[in-house]
């Protein structure tokens, strides 16, 4: 499956995001999707992911309660919706797609989009 991301950009403390992962190759339907951020000299980190269905997510402690991860596997897609942004949350994100439910690790997400740059100016 090939993913590609988009929807970043520039936002100033406080404001709203909303990323996009859409998928060809192969159906949505088939994976976990996740999304992961990796700041410049910083490892990469778990975000968000959300079950085959939709109807499981979960997220990183640090974004609970501003992020919410959601799909559409009619339109192959997934997406971040991003509210009451950080400066700390500059980083690029990344979609990725996993046969494992749970997670958190990198490592088990076997498919990964380009990247998409998002900056919270303070």
């Known amino acids: 499956v090939q993913l590609q991301a988009c929807g970043g950009g520039l936002v100033q403390a406080g404001g709203s995001l909303r990323l996009s992962c859409a998928a060809s190759g192969h159906s949505l339907s088939r994976y976990v999707m996740g999304w992961f951020r990796q700041a410049p000299g910083k490892e990469r980190e778990f975000v968000a992911a959300?079950?085959?269905?939709?109807?499981?997510?979960y997220q990183a402690d640090s974004v609970k309660g501003r992020f919410t991860i959601s799909r559409d596997n009619a339109k192959n897609t997934v997406y971040l919706q991003m509210n009451s942004l950080k400066p700390e949350d500059s980083a690029v994100y990344y979609c990725?797609?996993?046969?494992?439910?749970?997670?958190?690790?990198?490592?088990?997400?076997?498919?990964w989009g380009q990247g998409t740059q998002v900056t919270v100016s303070s």
């Open positions: 990725a797609a996993s046969n494992f439910y749970g997670s958190t690790w990198y490592k088990e997400y076997a498919y």
């Open positions: 959300i079950s085959w269905s939709g109807g499981s997510t």
